[in-house]
């Protein structure tokens, strides 16, 4: 299609030329060429722009398909050269102007030495995009609590890299069978990695009750965050006793919700996990096991990993 548009606007300024200029005002401008023979060139020349952009253009418009449509305007683009170079006087190449001649279209002749060769053969450059951040054990063992830098280490090499963005394009469970080890009631602790509370543990409490209804989940999700209550009643003796007694804490996250699933995602590679929405700028990359009633994860506050979980199921 690029050559079709200078080919029209080609034809019509030739069409446009022959009818307002006169045969006097071109014949000043050459004058290499005698009068006479001069204007005979001029007429021919008229004559022949004519019959181009008049019955050649009228064929072009009567094709339909693209191919059609290309070959014509090759064909006329051919007869324009042609055209042109015959009224300047010079002389096409043998070839090219065969080529230009015919509907045949015959192969042009191949002036590359043959001792430069061509590789046809493609190389298929595979580009793998991880979510997930470069694994480096030496970042390992930062964690001052030991109850979760073993949580830490098993779940390290799944740190996401963009987790706002992650969380929002995950799909969602559509299956029981795919959410069955987080359904009911869960409690646990959230271990505090960055900011201001960092080395701090939080309450962490998750209730997923839901019911396959088609192809979709759906039922009542609720999960909240709570920070360590105040202890008004310590007792320590001698020896390794102890005991306390502390008020409930203060939610600072709570998140309900009810209908058609949509906070619990999940992901099948490279590891089956599940991303579990605490808040909407929130949530907790688990990693269920059949073979405990523990689940340990990641969380994820403001697109930036901040803490490690772990809870179990009441």
Do not use: W
């Not at 999960?223 to 202890?231: C, F, I, K, N």
């Amino acid at each position: 299609m690029k050559i079709i548009i200078p080919i029209i606007c080609l034809l019509i300024g030739l069409a446009v030329g022959a009818k307002f200029f006169s045969t006097t005002e071109t014949a000043k401008e050459i004058s290499l060429l005698p009068q006479s023979k001069t204007q005979k060139k001029l007429e021919s020349f008229n004559k022949a722009a004519q019959k181009i952009s008049n019955i050649d253009l009228l064929e072009y418009i009567k094709l339909k398909t693209m191919k059609e449509k290309y070959e014509k305007a090759d064909e006329i683009l051919g007869k324009i050269m042609l055209l042109f170079l015959a009224n300047v006087q010079l002389e096409m190449n043998k070839d090219v102007k065969e080529y230009f001649s015919t509907s045949k279209r015959p192969t042009l002749k191949n002036d590359i030495p043959k001792s430069i060769s061509v590789s046809k053969k493609k190389e298929s450059i595979e580009v793998i995009i991880s979510p997930f951040k470069k694994f480096n054990k030496k970042n390992l063992g930062k964690i001052e609590n030991e109850d979760f830098s073993d949580i830490e280490i098993k779940t390290a090499k799944f740190e996401l890299k963009e987790p706002y963005s992650f969380y929002k394009n995950a799909k969602s469970a559509t299956e029981l069978k795919e959410v069955f080890r987080v359904y009911g009631k869960f409690e646990g602790e959230l271990y505090r990695t960055t900011g201001k509370t960092k080395g701090s543990i939080d309450k962490v409490l998750l209730e997923i009750k839901f019911m396959q209804v088609g192809d979709k989940l759906k039922g009542e999700y609720f999960s909240e965050l709570r920070r360590d209550g105040v202890a008004y009643s310590t007792n320590r003796g001698k020896g390794e006793y102890f005991s306390e007694l502390r008020r409930d804490g203060v939610a600072y996250s709570t998140n309900r919700g009810s209908g058609y699933n949509g906070q619990v995602k999940l992901i099948k590679k490279p590891k089956k996990h599940l991303l579990l929405q605490m808040s909407p700028n929130s949530f907790l990359q688990v990693f269920p096991s059949n073979e405990s009633e523990v689940i340990i994860g990641r969380f994820y506050d403001n697109d930036e990993y901040a803490g490690l979980v772990r809870v179990e199921k009441l």
